[in-house]
């Protein structure tokens, strides 16, 4: 076990994994265990120092309040699995979280509003109403409908020319409505003819080098299965 817990926590914090030094607040446990099952899934180990040093848990209290986050603070509720391994005299808590099947997942905040996050690297972003509704048109498995009219060729036309487009900057292109422009992008992410880049100063989305099915050069409509 002592092997298993040193290659873990020589990983360093990452897409799927997160230190925590001690639980003293269940809505930022919350914050991760959403962020989670909203993303790949992934594990947090607490008693661990940002650095990966040992610090160990402090009692048994913390177990509930893992509880707590995962029942009362997150919407819907997670489900996790959590164990405990002694590494010397110091017991850690490593909590799994399975991608979920119910996404979005929300967390509630000090002011009482639910909020989405996702895993990006190390850090917990705040989804955007476009990451929202890809969550919700994968859940429903009901297939999407991807037209390339006007909007669609004018966004193609943009990211081929200048690499990368923001929100706000395709709606001016485009000239359309916030919630047609989110649909648009949202269809194109799940397609994965876009890929999006996250970072706490916003989203930008580009064309998907890796495109295997050539959409940019066909230019029709796909009904998409997800």
């Given at each position: ?8 926590i ?122 929202l ?30 690499g ?63």
């Amino acid at each position: 076990m002592e092997n298993y817990l040193r290659k873990l926590i020589e990983e360093g914090e990452n897409q799927h994994l997160d230190f925590k030094y001690c639980v003293s607040d269940s809505r930022k446990i919350a914050r991760t265990l959403v962020a989670f099952s909203n993303t790949d899934g992934g594990r947090l180990l607490i008693g661990v120092r940002d650095n990966g040093s040992i610090a160990g848990i402090q009692s048994d209290e913390e177990i509930y309040m893992v509880d707590t986050a995962a029942h009362l603070f997150c919407r819907p509720e997670i489900s996790y699995s959590i164990k405990q391994h002694t590494s010397g005299t110091k017991t850690l808590l490593e909590v799994e979280v399975l991608r979920g099947s119910k996404r979005p997942y929300q967390v509630k905040d000090e002011s009482g509003r639910w909020l989405a996050y996702f895993r990006h690297n190390d850090q917990n972003l705040l989804a955007n109403r476009i990451l929202l509704q890809v969550w919700r048109k994968e859940e429903k498995k009901s297939g999407v409908m991807v037209r390339f009219g006007k909007a669609e060729n004018a966004l193609m036309d943009f990211l081929t020319k200048n690499g990368s487009v923001t929100f706000s900057r395709f709606r001016k292109i485009a000239k359309i409505s916030s919630y047609r422009a989110e649909s648009i992008i949202a269809n194109l992410l799940i397609f994965k003819v876009l890929i999006m880049k996250a970072s706490e100063k916003g989203f930008t989305y580009e064309l998907n080098p890796d495109d295997p099915l050539q959409l940019l050069n066909e230019k029709t409509s796909f009904n998409i299965p997800v």
